[in-house]
Structure formats: C-alpha cells, structure tokens
C-alpha cells in the first residue's frame, strides 16, 4: 500500500538516483528549530487527543451510557482501542516507509492519521451508543497512531546523530506537555464530554499545520520501492529481532515501561490504602494524583530536554540510558519504603527526573540501531510496540503483588527490579557507545 496513485506522487525519473540516496541515507545537516518545533507540535496535537479521551473523557461517556456498567464499558472501549495499537503503530509505520507521494514518505500520514483522528474523535461526541463509541475509539487509535508512527520515524530520517538525542528530548517534551494539555482540555469542559472530544479533535488538527508546511519530507522514487511480498511484508515485523542491538533495546524499553506501569497503576489506590491521604493531611487521593502528576510531568519535560543535549555532547548513549533506569527504579524504591505524602513528592520527582532523561536518550539510541534506512517507519512501530504492550502487561503483574504478595511493599519492589533488568540488559547493546 502507498500513496503512489496521487496525482503528481511519483517523482521525476531522472531524479531516481539523488532522491534515492537522500531518503535513506544518514542525515548529515542539523535541523532547523521550526522544523524541530514541528515535529514538537505534532506529538502535543496526538498527546492532547489521545490522553484528553483516556483521563477523563471516555469515562464520562461511559457513565452517561450506563452508570451502573460504567468500568465494564471503559474496559471494552479502551481494551479494543489498545489492542488497534499494539497493530496500527508497526502497520502505519511500514506504509510510510512505501510511500511514494511528492510530499514525502512521512507527511502523508502525519496529516491521513490526524484527519481520521479527529473525525473519529468528532464522531465520539454524537455517538449514539457503545458500539459505536468503541469502534469511533478504535479509528480514534488508528489514527494517532498512524501519525505518531510516520513523525517518530521523520527523526531519524531528519535528524543527524549529534544533534538527535536534543530533538527526541524535545518531542518527549511535546508528548508530556500534550498529555497536561489533555487533562487541561476535560477539566475545562467541566463534564461536557462531547465539547472534550471536539476541543481535542481541533488540538490534533491545528497541531499538524506546522509541520506540513516546513516537514522538508524527501520523497521516495516509486522505482526504488521494494516490490510487495506479502510474506515478506509481515516476516518483516519479526525480522528486525534477528539482530541483536535491535532485540536488547526492544527489551529494554519494555522492561522500562512495565516497571514505570506498575508504579503509575494504582497510584490512587496507594494514596487512599497505603499513605490514607486523607486522614493524615485531609487531602482528597485523585487530587493527590492529579499533584504527583503534575510534579511527574514537569521534571519529565525537563529533564527530557537537559538529557538529550548532555547525550548529544558526550556523543554516548548507554551511560545516560543506564542511569536514567537506575534512578527510575530509585524512586519505585522511596514509594516501597516510604508510603508517606512526602514520599510521594519525592518519588514521583525522581520518578520524573529519570523517565525525562530515559524517554530522550533511549529513543537517541534505539535510532542507532535500526537494521535497515528503508524501514525506518516498520521498525520504529515495532519499537513502538514496547510502549503499548506494558499497559496489558503491568496490570497482571501488578495485581497478584497488591493482592495476594505483600501489597504495594512488594509491588514496587517488583518494579524497581524489572527496571533494573532494563538497565543490565542495555550493557548487551554492542553497536552503539
């Protein structure tokens, strides 16, 4: 599948060879900050669209269907919605890697993802029951996805190496300040949940205009497009595991991510059962979480900025990545031996510190080790997919350590440890310093 049928898409014959060599070559001219703030806007549009829904507004929806089904339902919705996901992301990535239009490989789907996005988040606010608003959430994750997937691979495509630990820094930034802005958006709306969607679906659309005019896309010639195997197309999702750096950072950041999962997960429940919020400063729990995220948030943007461009100058990765896993694991620590309010802070400031840095380095690195400049857009889905997938693992994980092995003690126990498997198990990365 490409976009090869647009008119116009196929490039100058003559030009096959130098457009070639420059789609998929190693980058080698530093970007410029409007394109940066592009791609930087691009990620607070999906964030903003995406997490808006998952805070707060799908559950409003959900009660307003049936206030007495109201967990049942949002299980459903967001269950199939992150099930669309854990495949979109891969899938959407491999077709922009195809892509033959004159406007490149990746702005295509930047702008098809966030259209259907924000229809089907326009369509939410008029769905006129569950069915509906479960297949308009799963068309909601197709296309965020589809544009998340085409605007993390434009990094690699773009961005040198000195310079992209700083640019994958600063669109983390734009992700965490899209996830504040989301919450921002339902707050504001103040349970009007069919004004939320709309507000979002517009945040979405205005956050890709930017990058539409000033993306600098190059595009591919339809004559140097592998020719479709379909074997080989799906092999091709597995494939990238065969190499080794590919296969450790993969399971790193998996492991990263269901360590922070499992501390993030029943942060309401560990204010109300573990700290008792309430009796001990009269604070009520969901404002306790709605403060640790805010403080999360902050230092995740900070230190996602200040990390990246520590990593660009030393020119190292594994260093920075291994320390930023250590202090991620350090705070699932405070939280197991200190269920205070002020451990709290503490933890979910070092929580933020460290997952800042993480998100800005790994992603640096795990663009080092892409097998292949053709698939840039598949491989970094598949990457993707180590994000998506702890959010079904960490809640069986976490479960059984809450309820039957010691409590929230053991849980974050359990997750400073795997976070620290993540750490150990970058060391096995040989490709990059």
């Given at each position: 599948m490409?976009?090869?049928d647009?008119?116009?898409?196929v490039p100058?014959?003559g030009?096959?060879?130098?457009?070639?060599?420059?789609?998929l070559?190693?980058?080698?001219?530093?970007v410029?900050p409007?394109?940066?703030t592009?791609?930087?806007?691009v990620?607070?549009?999906?964030?903003?669209?995406?997490?808006?829904?998952?805070?707060?507004?799908?559950?409003?929806?959900?009660?307003?269907?049936?206030?007495g089904q109201?967990?049942?339902?949002?299980?459903?919705?967001?269950?199939?919605?992150?099930?669309?996901?854990?495949?979109?992301?891969?899938?959407?990535?491999?077709?922009s890697?195809?892509?033959?239009?004159r406007f490149?490989?990746?702005?295509?789907?930047?702008?098809v993802?966030?259209?259907?996005?924000?229809?089907?988040?326009?369509?939410?606010?008029?769905?006129p029951?569950?069915?509906?608003?479960?297949?308009?959430?799963?068309?909601?994750?197709a296309?965020?996805?589809g544009?998340y997937?085409?605007?993390?691979?434009?990094?690699?495509d773009?961005?040198?190496l000195?310079?992209?630990?700083?640019?994958?820094g600063?669109?983390?930034?734009?992700?965490?300040?899209g996830?504040?802005?989301?919450?921002?958006?339902a707050?504001?709306?103040s349970?009007?949940?069919?004004?939320g969607?709309?507000v979002?679906?517009?945040?979405?659309?205005?956050?890709?205009?930017?990058y539409?005019?000033?993306?600098?896309?190059?595009?591919?010639?339809?004559?140097?497009?592998p020719?479709?195997?379909?074997i080989?197309?799906?092999?091709?999702?597995?494939r990238?595991?065969?190499?080794?750096?590919?296969?450790?950072?993969?399971?790193?950041?998996l492991?990263?991510?269901?360590g922070?999962?499992?501390?993030?997960?029943y942060?309401?429940f560990?204010l109300?059962?573990?700290?008792?919020?309430?009796?001990?400063?009269?604070?009520?729990?969901?404002?306790g979480?709605?403060v640790?995220?805010?403080?999360?948030?902050?230092?995740?943007?900070?230190?996602?900025?200040?990390?990246?461009?520590l990593s660009?100058?030393?020119?190292k990765?594994?260093?920075?990545?291994?320390?930023?896993?250590?202090?991620?694991?350090?705070?699932s620590?405070?939280?197991?031996?200190?269920?205070?309010?002020?451990?709290?802070?503490?933890?979910?400031?070092?929580?933020?510190?460290g997952?800042?840095?993480?998100?800005?380095?790994d992603?640096a690195?795990?663009?080092?080790?892409?097998p292949?400049?053709?698939?840039?857009?598949?491989?970094?889905?598949v990457?993707?997919?180590?994000?998506?997938?702890?959010?079904?693992?960490?809640?069986a994980?976490?479960?059984?350590?809450?309820?039957l092995?010691?409590?929230?003690?053991?849980?974050?126990?359990a997750a400073?440890?795997i976070?620290?498997?993540?750490a150990?198990?970058?060391?096995?990365?040989?490709?990059?310093?």
């Open positions: 490409s976009l090869s647009i008119p116009g898409a100058d014959p030009l096959v060879g130098t457009r070639s060599a420059t789609a070559a190693e980058p080698t001219s530093r410029t409007l394109w940066t592009g791609v930087v806007l990620n607070l549009g999906i964030n903003a669209a995406f997490f808006g829904p998952i805070q707060v507004l799908l559950s409003q929806q959900a009660e307003h269907f049936d206030a109201k967990e049942a339902i949002l299980a459903l919705v967001t269950g199939a919605g992150a099930a669309v996901s854990l495949v979109a992301n891969p899938l959407f990535g491999a077709f890697d195809r892509t033959t239009s490149g490989r990746r702005v295509p789907w930047v702008v993802g966030a259209v259907l996005g924000a229809a089907a988040l326009i369509g939410l606010a008029g769905a029951n569950v069915a509906v608003m479960t297949l308009l959430w799963c068309l909601v994750q296309g965020c996805n544009a997937a085409a605007i993390t691979a434009a990094i690699p773009r961005v040198p000195p310079q992209r630990a700083t640019v994958g600063l669109a983390a930034m734009g992700q965490t300040v996830i504040l802005i989301g919450a921002v958006i707050a504001v709306v349970g009007n949940f069919a004004l969607y709309i979002c679906a517009l945040a979405l659309l205005a956050g890709v205009v930017m539409l005019f000033k993306s600098a896309d190059v595009p591919l010639p339809a004559g140097d497009r020719p479709l195997n379909w080989d197309f799906l092999l091709g999702f597995v990238p595991l065969r190499h080794p750096d590919f296969a450790w950072a993969w399971i790193t950041r492991l990263v991510n269901i922070n999962h499992m501390v993030t997960l942060l309401l560990f109300a059962d573990a700290v008792h919020l309430k009796a001990t400063t009269g604070m009520e729990p969901a404002f979480v709605l640790l995220t805010g403080l999360y948030a902050v230092f995740v943007i900070i230190t996602s900025v200040i990390g990246g461009r660009d100058r030393m020119g990765r594994k260093p920075l990545v291994i320390a930023s896993s250590v202090i991620i694991a350090l705070a620590l405070i939280l197991a031996f200190a269920p205070t309010w002020i451990g709290g802070i503490v933890g979910a400031s070092v929580l933020g510190i997952f800042g840095a993480y998100l800005a380095v992603f690195l795990i663009t080092q080790v892409l292949h400049a053709v698939d840039r857009g598949k491989d970094l889905g990457i993707n997919i180590a994000n998506s997938l702890p959010q079904v693992i960490a809640p994980l976490a479960w059984p350590f809450v309820t092995w010691g409590g929230y003690v053991s849980l974050y126990v400073a440890v976070g620290l498997l993540g150990v198990f970058v060391v096995k990365i040989k490709g990059v310093d």
